[in-house]
């Protein structure tokens, strides 16, 4: 049993193989995909998301407005995703965070627009999906001033930051889930950092279609592939493939409350 805590198979990648997709998941042991609805927010792309959720049983649904498109996000994006998470297969609200790589939104506007939705969630009662790339400092302070005291926790998605970065994740009382980076030949710090972070603490994701691990490395990412995530995982903690994936499939549903 395995749980694919990030995907986007909502996108049209998927679009000519959707339900195989979904089929293959199941087939390999795959019971729980929470798929992460992104783009521009008034584009439909939310309300296509929430649809897959509610007509696909094992697929559970994320939305929020991710940092790329922060400079699209208004009053109108935080009533829409506020009406459509009254919906039970709507369980987070993300992704949501900085990113300071590719800066596809200005930076101050990204940081408002983060807080904005910190506010919205907490309201809404919902834990976060945090997506942070080189900002990492601004990340920790914007939680630490705008979420403290929140009663719902969030995930470090894709975690390729610092030691640093986890341990400070951890003491929030955040998840951090890991990626087919973990795979890759390069990826030796990050393998260290996996190995230290607490088993009760550990989620696993494809963040498909990108981001595809070894050995599947040059085609397009599934959820089906996030058992080589989880075996990399077992790897380094000692345990057996599938005492991971149970483990990892715990922490979701307790942390997601489902
Ligand atoms: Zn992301
Ligand atoms: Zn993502």
Redesign the pocket.
Known sequence: MFTDS?AHIDGDEFDGDREEVIERAQAAGISLILN?GTGDPHSGAFERAVELGKTHEPVYTAIGT?PHDARLYDDAAEEKIKNLIDNEHVIAWG?I?L?FHYDNSPRDVQVEVFKRQLRAARECDLPIVI?T?EAEAETIEILQSEYEGAARRGVF??FSGSMELANRAIEIGFMISFSGIVTFKKAEELREIAKQVPLDRLLIET?CPYLTPIPYRGKRNEPAYVVEVARTLAGLHGVELEEMGRITSENFNRFFRL
């Open positions: 990030h992460v991710h992704e965070g990113d997506h790339r998605h894709c963040d």
